[in-house]
């Protein structure tokens, strides 16, 4: 009851009518706060080291929602913030939610039509000079060399997957860099537009989890999560078209093949990155359990090369039949 009592204190609510429950942990754990002025939901956020990156994200989320988009109603910290996050003794960095009645996205949910006119209204909001390249797992060789070589000093179970396989780790960066490169249709955006991010309610789907907004391609976020909707329950590849559609027909510009797909790869090794990171020491691991940090960043090293293959056959597909040409 403590840390409800502090967190409706840090927000200006009511007192609290009970404890707070937890809702769900996906990226950041959320809870549950009923007061006398009504419920809220709270995220625990990341905010040290990041002040810059998520005022810029706030500011960003509400100019998308002054626009039309329909996202959740923050609500604003009573004191000291950032962005729309402030610091509460005894819990951390939070952030609360006006409470938004709905449900989970389900496999049968139709939402390709709202997924393409979202994305593009959303692209249209703030353009940028560049994005971001570390969130596609791009980095310089010699960063990759530097994990190899820690890992083998260290004994890491990858180690050797890694030595044989790093010749093609490098070959599909660098198909990702060139796709980032030659994109150069850089906004602020969403950056985690999945299904999981996704509440069906009354008045229709509600995209949130907007802390991760920044700089990013347009045209291979709106790819990439068109293709993360269509087969979140095998592959609909008529939803995927239909959202790239939708997309187009509200503004957006789809990318020419093979590289409609390539930014879901490079998120495939930016994990793979962030999981060699903390092998070798190089970032804290966490919650995380080590083994299975080190058994999973295996698994992405022997798994990449048919990933990328089959998502760039998949993408040379889905352009030829769109009749998409690289300029």
């Known amino acids: 009851m403590q840390k409800a009592m502090a967190v409706a204190e840090a927000f200006g609510l009511g007192r609290p009518v009970r404890a707070m429950t937890a809702h769900t942990h996906r990226s950041s754990p959320t809870w549950v706060l009923d007061t006398v002025d009504g419920r809220v939901l709270v995220k625990q956020v990341e905010v040290a080291g990041r002040e810059a990156e998520v005022i810029r994200a706030a500011r960003f989320e509400a100019r998308v929602g002054a626009g039309g988009v329909d996202v959740p109603r923050p609500v604003p910290p009573a004191g000291e913030a950032v962005g729309y996050a402030t610091y509460v003794a005894g819990f951390g960095w939070a952030r609360a939610y006006e409470w938004l009645d709905g ?3 389900r ?3 139709e939402v390709a039509g709202w997924l393409g006119a979202t994305l593009a209204a959303v692209h249209a909001v703030e353009p940028v000079d560049a994005p971001e390249r570390v969130a596609y797992g791009i980095h310089p060789a010699e960063r990759w060399h530097a994990w190899l070589a820690a890992g083998e000093r260290l004994a890491r179970p990858w180690a050797p997957t890694l030595r044989a396989g790093l010749p093609a780790i490098l070959d599909i960066s660098a198909w990702v860099a060139a796709a980032l490169d030659r994109a150069g249709d ?11 991010n996704v509440m069906i309610t009354s008045s229709g789907p509600v995209l949130f989890d907007w802390d991760p907004a920044g700089p990013d391609s347009a045209g291979l976020e709106a790819c990439h999560a068109a293709f993360a909707f269509a087969t979140r329950a095998g592959h609909d590849w008529a939803a995927l078209r239909a959202t790239l559609t939708a997309y187009a027909a509200a503004g957006g510009v789809v990318p020419a093949d093979p590289d409609l797909l390539a930014r879901r790869v490079g998120m495939r090794i930016n994990r793979l990155a962030w999981r060699l990171s903390m092998s070798t020491g190089a970032q804290p691991l966490g919650p995380n359990d080590l083994a299975t940090v080190d058994a999973r960043a295996r698994e992405q090293v022997e798994q990449l090369p048919g ?12 352009a030829a039949e769109a009749g998409l040409t690289r300029p």
């Not at 850089?186 to 999981?196: A, F, I, S």
């Not at 990933?307 to 889905?318: E, K, P, Q, W």
């Open 103 to 105: 449900r989970d996205l």
């Open 107 to 109: 496999d049968d949910d």
């Open 186 to 196: 850089y906004v602020l955006t969403h950056r985690d537009v999945e299904p999981w």
């Open 307 to 318: 990933f990328a293959a089959d998502l760039r056959a998949v993408g040379t597909a889905i």
